[in-house]
């Protein structure tokens, strides 16, 4: 009976976690069969998701700091989808008043989303980690990884080695998660596939519902490439980075 109890409550938790997640692909399968009046579909998805966070912060389902961190994702993302949009990657084809350079604002929230759960289910399962490589292993990592996904379109891709990269700096840390008074602990290179194909998932049920187009989506859904796990599972690794950084620094103002 106690493992049923503790996967109810780890199930709660994660469930509370995704909210925001949630929020955005559920404002998606809504807004693309109902059709929001004198206002375009990209502005109205963008100014929910803005009343979203809102009700969330004052509700004390995410804290001032977690604002912070999910707003620095935002800017991330947004840059990102930026620069594959103009490179042709994929297209947000619908119009709308928020859109910068062909992307629109709401598309940097599905990066905050990764970084809303990732602060939430930290604070929820009291979580820490061991074996961590550091501040500047772990930053010049995040960051080849962050350029790598700018650079592939004029020199070779490096996925694959930045992939075996990520393996070898992190072989030694291990994520440290509560339930209740019980303990548990996973490799941290596994929780980054485990994220990786959940986000993979979500991205299938974001096109599906016209979040965005791939090339080969425009004339018939269809589904999107394996191959973008990989991609998914070296963007949470610099989720991880910042957000666990990010705890570390407040835990040791705390002490001083």
Known sequence: MKPIIQLLHFG????MSCIFPV??????????????????????????????????LRSGLETWDEIKVI????????????YKVHMGS??????GYTKILGVPLYSGFMYASVASFMCQ??????????GWPGMVPSFLLGGAIYLNFFTHHFIP????????????VFWKT????????????????????IVGFFIWLAENIATFFNGW???????????????KISSWFLLVIISVIIVAQLKYVKANRAVK
């Open 12 to 15: 709660y938790h994660q469930a």
């Open 23 to 56: 929020a955005i692909f559920g404002t998606l399968a809504l807004s693309s069969v109902f059709q929001f009046p004198y206002i375009y579909r990209y502005d109205a998805i963008l100014f929910i998701l803005l009343a979203i966070q809102c009700i969330m």
């Open 71 to 82: 707003c620095l994702f935002h800017l991330i993302g947004l840059m990102l989808e930026i």
């Open 90 to 95: 994929w297209s947000y084809p619908e119009p």
């Open 121 to 130: 289910i930290w604070r929820r399962l009291r979580m820490d980690m061991t």
């Open 157 to 168: 891709d490096f996925r694959w080695w930045l992939t075996a990269l990520v393996f070898i």
């Open 174 to 193: 291990w994520i440290i998660y509560r339930v209740r008074s019980a303990t548990y602990r996973m490799p941290l290179s596994l929780a980054f596939i």
């Open 213 to 227: 187009k791939y090339p080969d989506q425009h004339d018939s859904w269809q589904l999107v490439s394996f191959s």
